[in-house]
Every structure is written in C-alpha cells, then in structure tokens.
C-alpha cells in the first residue's frame, strides 16, 4: 500500500476532510512542521495516529481548532490570561495546555487532566479544520524518534502506507515546533510552565506572560514530552561555532571521517562551503530563522547520506535560538 501525495487545492482539502470525518489519518502542513492529523473527539482515529508513528501511549497530542471559540468545547474553565495570549498569539505557533473537558478522549490527553490546543497559521490547515468541524489531534508527522517533518517528502519517506494521505503545501515556514506553555495550575496559585522551547520565543511570551518559568526544572511530570528519546542522528553530532566549523570539519576528515555540517543561526549569510574532501556542508542564510527552516531537513538530508559525524552550528541563545539549541543538545545527547 502506498500513501498519495496530494497538492493542497479545493478539491484535496475536500478529500482530507472526508478522509478525518471517517477516521482516517491526514498527515498536512502548518506553518511549524507537518502534522499526523486524525479526529481529535474520535479515540479509535487518535489510536491509529499512535500506531502509524510508533508513539508511546503515554506522550499525549496537542489538539487543533480553528479559533478560540472552539476551544471552549474542549477545556474546563480556562483562565483569562488564555484567552488574552489567544488573542495575542493564534493563529500561531503557540500551544496551550490547559484542564480538559470530559469531551476529549483520554487517550488524547495520555491519561492526564490536561489537554494541549493550539489555532495553526497555515491556511491549508485552517481550510481543513473548517471543512471538516471537529478538533485534530495532530502530532508531528514523523516516525517516533525521526526529525519533524518540513516537506511532505519527509512525511511520505517516514509514514508511506500507514496512513491515508499527505496534503502537499510545500515546505514549513517555521521549521520547528510551537512552544508549549502549561496554564492549568494558575487558579490554584500554580506558575505558568514552559514546557517546550518553540517557535515563539521565550523573549516574545514572558513580555505578556510573568511568572513564566521552565518546567524541565519544577515539574517535569507535567511534561511527557521530556521522557522520550528525541530524535538522534545515527551519526555523532557536535555542536561547534560557526566559525570553528571548517578546521574541526577538516581535522575529522583527515582522520579518514566522512563528515555533514551544518552552519548558519548567527549572521545572514552562513559560511560557505571551503569544500573540503569527505565533508558535505550545508549552509542555511537568513539567521536564526533560516537555521530553524533548515534544520530538520538538513539532519535527514545528513542521515541518508550516512555521514560518520555531524558538526552542527552553535545558535547563538536568544530567540528561537533557545528551540534550536534545545534540539541539537537532544541531538547530540544521542
Ligand atoms: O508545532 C507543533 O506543535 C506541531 C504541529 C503539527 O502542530 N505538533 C507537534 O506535536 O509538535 P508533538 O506531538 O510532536 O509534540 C507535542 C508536545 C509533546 O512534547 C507533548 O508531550 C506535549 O506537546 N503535550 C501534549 N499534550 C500535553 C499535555 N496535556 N500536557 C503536557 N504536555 C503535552
Ligand atoms: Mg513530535
């Protein structure tokens, strides 16, 4: 069985829609990366998603609505400083994790009182969540422990016949996940929790979010995320300045290495390639943005080539420098 890769057009938005309505799997794209969309009110659809990736039972998925009125169906009580960052951020790349209502199937939420949502900003998901009036549940769309897809390549190299379809809306324009912000303790005096560094910047959040502090630190079990192995290249990844890149990459290839670099987060244009014998270097220009489109494409693009080491960037700390640093310390962790 192989799965269709369909351009997004009136016609596929149509056909995913029927597809989620009869609980089917949808891999589309937002403006993070590709999600594995399914019927987020239908656990026998939420199970399939679990299955086509491998994904421990215990990791629960963020559900998808198309605005905040939607998401009064799904929590209990939100407080009111969930519908100003709604305000604020959505449509965007901002998830929320607040108490569930009995309407979401446990298996959604793994079993937690909580539930995570978040309004997408790419029209190819909203035109989807419209057509087909029912919250997704939509986790990355890779194989557990792959990198998060930016192209549905990526989707069709992790997923092809185990789901139904891949809407094809070119590459993502963020390249990493939303951030996902806990606010279910806040009326019983608990702190707002970052629980995964993301697309918005920590900078951006705690401007209109005080008290914000890391979860990792307080509570990780709020955060299951955290406890699962992360996506690591087969080859070791080192993490090293940009402008040390070429003499460790040409250090490695005299000891016979082959090696992928990958250079780019700080300036707008990332070093170029000193074309060293064994190494494949990647540049990514444009920033930290360029390096947070660029850099699950490049882990795969590096992996496929069966690379012995990567060297990857150093992202300079701030901005969505912190998601990126995030995942290449996963990366590296192994
Ligand atoms: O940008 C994104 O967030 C993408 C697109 C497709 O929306 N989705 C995504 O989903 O990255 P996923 O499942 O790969 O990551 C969701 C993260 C996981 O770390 C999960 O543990 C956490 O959100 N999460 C989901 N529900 C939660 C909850 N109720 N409490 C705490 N963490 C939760
Ligand atoms: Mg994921």
Redesign the pocket.
């Known amino acids: 069985m192989t799965t269709p890769v369909r351009p997004a057009g009136p016609d596929t938005i149509a056909h995913a829609a029927a597809i989620l309505r009869g609980g089917g799997l949808v891999a589309l794209p937002?403006e993070?990366?590709?999600?594995l969309a399914a019927n987020g009110l239908d656990p026998r659809a939420v199970a399939g998603i679990f299955a086509a990736k491998g994904r421990p039972a215990d990791?629960?998925?963020?559900l998808?609505v198309p605005d905040y009125a939607a998401v009064a169906g799904i929590v209990d009580a939100p407080p009111a400083i969930a519908g100003r960052l709604a305000e604020i951020f959505w449509p965007g790349?901002l998830?929320l994790?607040l108490r569930r209502s009995a309407k979401v199937p446990e298996i959604v939420?793994?079993g937690?009182e909580?539930?995570?949502v978040?309004v997408?900003d790419h029209p190819v998901a909203r035109a989807i969540l419209r057509a087909c009036g029912r919250p997704l549940a939509?986790?990355?769309?890779n194989r557990s422990g792959r990198p998060?897809p930016t192209r549905a390549e990526h989707v069709l190299a992790d997923l092809d016949g185990r789901i139904d379809l891949i809407v094809d809306g070119g590459p993502t324009a963020h390249g990493i996940?939303?951030t996902?912000v806990?606010l279910s303790e806040l009326d019983r005096g608990g702190p707002p929790l970052l629980?995964?560094q993301?697309?918005i910047a920590r900078e951006a959040l705690s401007a209109h979010l005080p008290g914000l502090v890391d979860g990792a630190a307080i509570a990780p079990e709020?955060?299951?995320?955290?406890r699962h192995r992360h996506y690591a290249p087969r080859a070791r990844l080192e993490i090293v300045d940009n402008g040390a890149l070429a003499e460790r990459a040409r250090a490695l290839a005299g000891e016979g290495r082959t090696v992928g670099v990958l250079a780019g987060g700080v300036d707008d244009e990332a070093p170029r390639d000193p074309e060293i014998a064994g190494v494949r270097w990647l540049a990514f220009d444009g920033g930290l943005e360029g390096y947070a489109r660029g850099l699950f494409a490049g882990l795969r693009t590096l992996d496929a080539l069966a690379v012995e080491r990567i060297l990857a960037a150093a992202p300079p700390e701030i901005g969505i420098g912190r998601a990126l640093a995030d995942r290449l310390r996963r990366a590296a962790a192994g």
């Open positions: 937002t993070t990366v590709y999600g990791n629960p998925l963020i998808h790349p998830t994790v939420s793994a937690l909580t539930v995570a978040r997408p939509a986790p990355s769309a998060s996940e939303s996902v806990d629980l995964r993301g697309a709020r955060s299951p995320g955290l």
